[in-house]
């Protein structure tokens, strides 16, 4: 298996801008995580899926972060507007009822 | 709420030398998992451990191995023989066992190990 995929690996975008940051989970695992990671919080739990459903979505700063999981084997994190203190490194994992999550490598965003 | 504490934001080595990274956790629960995970600078997240809290055996994995003391709640991670590869951040990291629990798992902060060649 190849493993968690994200795209784009590194994305640089102007404030105001939309930004779509994408996962394709392992085949077969049935739940999605969306992490957030700063030198300020560390490693943050945005949202996470349960067979394409959203379980926990507290984590989500705002209204400006939306995430999808049209099917099992894609998701979706959007942020529109993008602002300067998004700038972070976005985190897909997946895990199955096997225990550990594992992770894609990351999407290094940087919001000008 | 579970939580995870690692006191240790950085700590360093010598090649070949051995190290203990600490890890608390607070939990009312008997029945989880505990994990440690390494971010070299890569930044992509690799599993190195995992522990079982019903096992009272401790986990190894090659040169690394956990120190596990459920009534202590401490999880510490020993890495034997470390190798400049070794370099990264190290997390550990919690997730309950309960069948009618998510499947979150709460991370601690990171201890960032240093090997010195």
């Known amino acids: 298996d190849a493993g968690v995929i994200q795209s784009p690996r590194h994305e640089v975008t102007e404030m105001g801008q939309e930004v779509t940051l994408r996962c394709k989970p392992i085949s077969g695992h049935d739940y999605l995580f969306w992490y957030r990671q700063t030198m300020m919080r560390g490693l943050e739990l945005l949202i996470y899926?349960?067979?394409?459903?959203?379980?926990?979505d507290s984590g989500m700063p705002e209204d400006r972060f939306s995430a999808k999981m049209p099917n099992a084997s894609f998701s979706t994190l959007k942020i529109q507007p993008s602002e300067p203190r998004d700038s972070a490194v976005y985190f897909c994992?997946?895990?199955?009822?096997?225990?550990?999550?594992?992770f894609g490598p990351g999407t290094r965003l940087t919001v000008t | 709420a579970q939580t995870v504490t690692q006191s240790q934001p950085e700590m360093s080595v010598q090649e070949a030398e051995t190290v203990t990274l600490s890890c608390t956790y607070d939990t009312s629960e008997s029945d989880y998992y505990l994990f440690w995970y390494k971010q070299p600078p890569s930044r992509q997240m690799i599993l190195v451990i995992r522990?079982?809290?019903?096992?009272?055996q401790n986990a190894t994995e090659n040169r690394f191995s956990v120190n596990f003391q459920k009534a202590a709640k401490s999880f510490s991670l020993k890495i034997s023989d470390s190798q400049l590869g070794d370099a990264a951040m190290y997390f550990c990291?919690?997730?309950?066992?309960?069948?009618?629990?998510?499947?979150?798992?709460?991370f601690g902060p990171g201890t960032s190990l240093s090997v010195i060649p």
């Open positions: 994992a997946s895990s199955s009822r096997v225990i550990e999550q594992y």
């Open positions: 522990q079982e809290a019903y096992k009272q």
């Open positions: 990291a919690y997730r309950s066992a309960k069948k009618t629990s998510y499947d979150k798992v709460i």
């Open positions: 899926f349960n067979n394409n459903v959203p379980i926990d």
